[in-house]
């Protein structure tokens, strides 16, 4: 084994191993509980996906005995006004609070749609590093790269709150480096990426 071969050996070891800590830390400080107005509007949508009802009654007026001109005021602000007076349907993009949904089923609601931004953020990290390499950086320079979007106070603070800012950088990291790859297939996989 020629000693360039070993140091990249042992930098791409303590790579992983670096990764795998960062992730530890991210999901270890990641909120899990919605804090605002946009994620609680990400994790109503999510569960609308998983009960397969995207038309669902603003409830606040019917309690309160008020007509349904009164819904505005209660209907939350990840929704728009239903089909029907008394409904409201979901307005943000579904992208985010699908893989919320999908980390529900496979995690639970306590702790699986939450733990989507941390590891959409450790996948980030390895997308920019691919990308480094697709766009003719040498290795050190790809790994700075991760290193110095991992390090961004940001990146950090979007990735341990159910926000759909980093899956956001994630998906165009994805679609760019696809696009890169000169292929029909890639071609067809980045327009998916961007689209998502």
Request: proline content about 9%.
């Amino acid at each position: 084994l020629s000693r360039s071969r070993f140091v990249w050996r042992f930098i791409t070891i303590a790579a992983v191993i670096g990764l795998l800590i960062y992730g530890y830390v991210l999901a270890s400080r990641a909120s899990y509980a919605v804090g605002g107005s946009d994620s609680s509007g990400y994790a109503q949508i999510a569960r609308s996906i998983l009960k397969g009802e995207f038309v669902r009654p603003v409830t606040g007026p019917d309690l309160l005995g008020l007509p349904n001109d009164f819904d505005h005021i209660f209907r939350p602000l990840a929704f728009d006004p239903g089909p029907r007076p008394g409904t409201m349907v979901p307005m943000y993009p579904i992208g985010f609070p699908t893989l919320m949904a999908l980390g529900a089923l496979i995690a639970g609601w306590e702790h699986g749609p939450f733990l989507v931004t941390p590891m959409v953020g450790l996948l980030s990290l390895l997308l920019i590093y691919l990308v480094g390499l697709e766009l003719g950086l040498p290795r050190g320079f790809s790994i700075a790269g991760a290193i110095m979007l991992g390090a961004s106070p940001t990146f950090i603070n979007y990735s341990t709150q159910p926000m759909s800012d980093v899956v956001a950088a994630m998906w165009i990291m994805l679609a760019l480096l696809l696009a890169l790859r000169p292929s029909p297939a890639s071609a067809f996989g980045a327009g998916l990426a961007a689209g998502a």
